[in-house]
């Protein structure tokens, strides 16, 4: 069945560090895929999304990319801060397969220091 | 204020003994969903449903039941609680769109520990 696989934590960055979040998929059919974000004591929110390959999500200074080739969507920050601490959930949503089923990652906690 | 809300928030509760945690949504979303987040899993989808009476099993929808009679609300039910239930459980809501939905909007999430 489909899968999302992220990298697990905790990452801890000093600030203006620049942020990589990997995150791989399988799945079958054409899946949009997501990050989440959730802070402390929150529930999620969405961070950024593509829909088809090679399209580029981004939001609030991340970005991510939808390789095919390599079925990834890699989270990127340039320089984060210490807002950005909080959980960042990879999430996949299948098409073809007959489901309208979302997957998510297990969450990767990202710690940024001043 | 567009939102997702649960109730309750918390709930301690002894096993075997039923209970429904309520979500409602206010956005006239057509898609709603049950998660489970528990640590070293992240979230996972219990049930899902695409529009009024018309649901389906996500990844671990054993022990759950749902229904969507409204489109605005979607109860969690657990018939017969167990310990391996405690969890952190969010509600979700988004449009759908031929399939691919849109944002998915979370609301603040009910802690319940089963005794």
């Known amino acids: 069945g489909d899968s999302v696989t992220q990298m697990e934590g905790p990452v801890t960055l000093s600030e203006e560090a620049f942020l990589t979040i990997n995150c791989t998929y399988t799945?079958?059919?054409?899946?949009?895929l997501f990050w989440y974000v959730q802070y402390p004591g929150e529930g999620l929110q969405l961070l950024l999304k593509a829909t088809k390959a090679d399209d580029k999500g981004s939001n609030k200074g991340f970005e991510a990319t939808y390789r095919k080739e390599t079925t990834s969507f890699h989270l990127e920050k340039g320089s984060v801060q210490v807002s950005d601490s909080a959980v960042y959930f990879c999430a996949l949503r299948g098409l073809g397969s007959g489901t309208y089923k979302y997957i998510f990652g297990t969450g990767t906690r990202l710690k940024v220091l001043a | 204020e567009a939102q997702v809300t649960q109730n309750p928030r918390y709930l301690i509760t002894v096993t075997g003994k039923k209970l429904t945690v309520t979500c409602s949504q206010n956005?006239?979303?057509?898609?709603m969903s049950w998660y489970r987040q528990d640590p070293g899993l992240g979230l996972r989808q219990i049930y899902y449903s695409m529009n009024v009476e018309v649901t389906d099993k996500g990844d671990v929808p054993e022990g759950y039941k749902v229904s969507r009679k409204e489109k605005r609300n979607f109860p969690l039910i657990l018939e017969s609680p167990s310990p391996n239930q405690t969890s952190l459980y969010f509600c979700?809501?988004?449009?759908?769109?031929?399939?691919?939905?849109?944002?998915?909007?979370f609301g603040p999430g009910t802690r319940l520990t089963v005794l």
């Open positions: 979700a809501s988004s449009r759908e769109n031929r399939g691919r939905s849109d944002t998915q909007y």
């Open positions: 799945a079958t059919g054409y899946p949009s």
């Open positions: 956005m006239n979303h057509e898609y």
